[in-house]
Structures are given as structure tokens and as C-alpha cells.
């Protein structure tokens, strides 16, 4: 397994990845920083989402929150995601390409 400086190298991988094998990835963007008088501001997904929507080619949709080797899950992160696997989503936290690929395997069909 490759060790990963950054999350979003993992991130990098699994959108090249996705769209080598006829799936959408999309990186889950949040704006942060300083509005025109000063404030500070956060724009899009809430606290805590996770780092890339997947849609499969069979029709579902899977959350992947990247860590490096020795990245970990913080707390509103933990959160969200129990929320979310509690409605019945799929959240993943792969900490290499490879792994990502073992577990959206699953979710798959190549054949598509």
C-alpha cells in the first residue's frame, strides 16, 4: 500500500480511478475564508462531509472520506457519517487507491 503524504492525492487517485471504470467522482469542495468586510465565511457542504461522491454504475451513490495512513476521522466527521450510514449510505474511508478499490468493488459491475 502506498503511503500518502495528503488526502487529497488519495482523492487525485480514486477520481482517475472512477473514471476509468465509467463512474462519476466528484470532490466535495467548501469555500472557507474572508467575505469583503471581514467576516469569516464557509460556503457549501456542512462540516464533516465527506471528501468525494461516487455515482456506480449501478445506480447508488457512495460517500469516500480519505485519511492518509495516519489521518483520522474528527469528530463532526465521525458524526455525519454515523448519520448517514444510519439513513442507509454507503461511507468509505479508504487510505490508499487500493483499498478504495477492494471496498467499491461491491457496488460495482465492470460490465457496464
Not at 495516519?70 to 487510505?95: C, D, S, T, Y
Request: proline fraction near 4%.
Amino acid at each position: 500500500m502506498v503511503n500518502y503524504e495528503l488526502e487529497h492525492d488519495i482523492q487525485n487517485e480514486i477520481r482517475i480511478w472512477c473514471g476509468e471504470h465509467k463512474l462519476l467522482a466528484f470532490r466535495a469542495n467548501v469555500i472557507k475564508g474572508y467575505s469583503p468586510d471581514g467576516r469569516w465565511i464557509t460556503s457549501g457542504l456542512p462540516e464533516g462531509f465527506p471528501d468525494v461522491i461516487v455515482l456506480t454504475n449501478q445506480g447508488q451513490t457512495i460517500y469516500v472520506e480519505c485519511k492518509t495512513l495516519v489521518g483520522r476521522a474528527r469528530e463532526k466527521q465521525k458524526r455525519l457519517h454515523a448519520v448517514m450510514r444510519k439513513m442507509n449510505h454507503v461511507v468509505l474511508i479508504p487510505r490508499s487507491l487500493e483499498q478504495f478499490i477492494e471496498m467499491i468493488t461491491p457496488y460495482i459491475n465492470e460490465e457496464n
